[in-house]
């Protein structure tokens, strides 16, 4: 098989982090540890993808009825960013990602603004946790922002009035954007700098820290909201992500990468369902 053609493809110092990490021996060895660590990727970007949506439907679904709950029945969204409403002022550079979509290429206002929904679809995840840090204007907005964002947190009625715990769960926020901006440019699922100098760390590191890592997502994923934490551990996304990050697994992909009996499968559904679901219209 071509492992050396794949390699050079993507590049020599990318495959030779894998290479120092996982001490493989040959470009079979290496191709099946780069192999594993593209598909732990795509099961972790599943889940914070899922994250991502969950807290940024949050903050607007808060900042929303905010602002519109002293004026009347209080809006699930509302375009509580536009300053021009006066409702919320914004700084820096998420006020610039929010007015570069409230604006055409000379930077004047559309006539017709997009709705709230799609406005908050289009801004990025490190917008969110901005928000939570620094676009809050006073502590009790901060505190009833908190509330209304992790309900769930197990002392979440006084838990979100210290500052201190604020800034917990936003550093957390802040770290799971970083680990997807670093998936998102195919870099490997340890943190940066990780086994860099020492000779000592095992690659069976990487599986402890990716597990608590994806374990601290999730305890804020359940503070956010149980069922859709519920659902994502019952998915296909993550019982494949328990079967990666295992011994076993590294291994299987290291010294048989493409051998058709190996990998994921699917369990096999009715034929005549299948068949009924394939007619659907």
Not at 195 to 214: I, P
Request: proline share 6%; hydrophobic share 35%.
């Amino acid at each position: 098989m071509p492992y050396q053609e794949f390699l050079e493809t993507i590049s020599a110092p990318r495959s030779g982090v894998y290479k120092r990490v996982f001490r493989t021996q040959t470009p079979e060895e290496t191709g099946g540890a780069v192999l594993w660590g593209q598909a732990m990727s795509m099961v972790l970007l599943s889940l914070m993808s899922t994250f991502e949506v969950a807290l940024r439907n949050r903050i607007h679904r808060s900042l929303s009825r905010q602002a519109t709950e002293k004026m009347g029945p209080a809006s699930d969204s509302f375009a509580w960013y536009d300053q021009q409403l006066g409702m919320h002022k914004l700084e820096g550079e998420t006020f610039t990602k929010v007015e570069a979509i409230l604006s055409d290429d000379q930077k004047i206002r559309l006539k017709v603004q997009p709705s709230p929904d799609s406005v908050i679809a289009r801004l990025p995840f490190g917008v969110w946790p901005n928000i939570l840090d620094q676009q809050l204007p006073t502590p009790v907005i901060e505190a009833r922002t908190f509330k209304d964002v992790f309900p769930h947190h197990p002392r979440a009625k006084n838990h979100w009035n210290h500052g201190d715990n604020r800034k917990t769960v936003v550093n957390t926020l802040k770290d799971v954007r970083a680990w997807r901006n670093r998936l998102a440019h195919c870099k490997p699922v340890w943190s940066a700098g990780w086994y860099r100098s020492s000779t000592t760390q095992h690659w069976g590191e990487v599986l402890d820290r990716v597990k608590s890592r994806r374990a601290g997502m999730l305890e804020v994923l359940g503070w956010i909201c149980p069922k859709t934490l519920e659902v994502y551990n019952r998915s296909f996304s993550s019982r494949l992500f328990n079967e990666l990050v295992t011994e076993h697994a590294v291994m299987a992909h290291i010294f048989r990468p493409l051998e058709l009996h190996t990998g994921p499968i699917s369990p096999c559904v009715d034929p005549v369902e299948l068949i009924g679901y394939k007619a659907r219209r």
